[in-house]
């Protein structure tokens, strides 16, 4: 159970604390037994849906969740901003997507860090459309990526975002429109 909690608590449910887990992680790992019950992925996203939109309040001093799921999206839609790949190969099933990317870890120092930021702002100031990549998944997504009609709410303990595919056409090569409202109001109690 400690090892479990260690696992979620600092890779898909982080929160900027350090060296705390929020206990309603802490109610998942009571029962071993139910782990292979629930959807990790969507907590997972739920959460760093959650914690975007908190850090994108005028307030908020940083960012909390699986930020490796948010680099690696990064990194399918922002070429310039991306490392560079590693040599073209199938992943196995069920590995992770991250490991197409080459990890490089330079010594961290206060200069280069001021540097490696001053790089990024730029690079993300000077984005145009034509340097996103809208179809990240190739010209005929839908024949390489598994189909998914989910549409409604992504959940993780208190946490309800609600998830629709046809907000983000874009992504998988279709007409983006103008998004019609969910049918029916969330109402968060």
Known sequence: QCY?????????FVDKSKDRVSAVVNLFVKRPDMLGEYA??????????RQLGIAS???AKGVAGCLTL???WIYD???????SRLEPRELERGQAGAFRWRGTAPRSSKKRDAQMLAYYRQAIDSLTPQ?????????????TVRRTL????LRFAEIAEYYDPTWCLRQLG?????PYPPERPLVVR
């Open 4 to 12: 479990l909690l260690l696992l979620l608590g600092s890779t898909l």
């Open 40 to 49: 990790w992925g969507a907590g997972a996203l739920a959460y760093l849906y």
């Open 57 to 59: 309040r005028e307030e």
């Open 70 to 72: 948010l680099q690696c």
């Open 77 to 83: 839609h922002f070429p310039t901003l991306r490392p």
């Open 131 to 143: 340097l996103v990549s809208w179809t990240p998944y190739g010209r005929r997504p839908h024949l």
């Open 150 to 153: 989910y549409q409604g709410l």
């Open 174 to 178: 279709y007409v983006q429109g103008v």
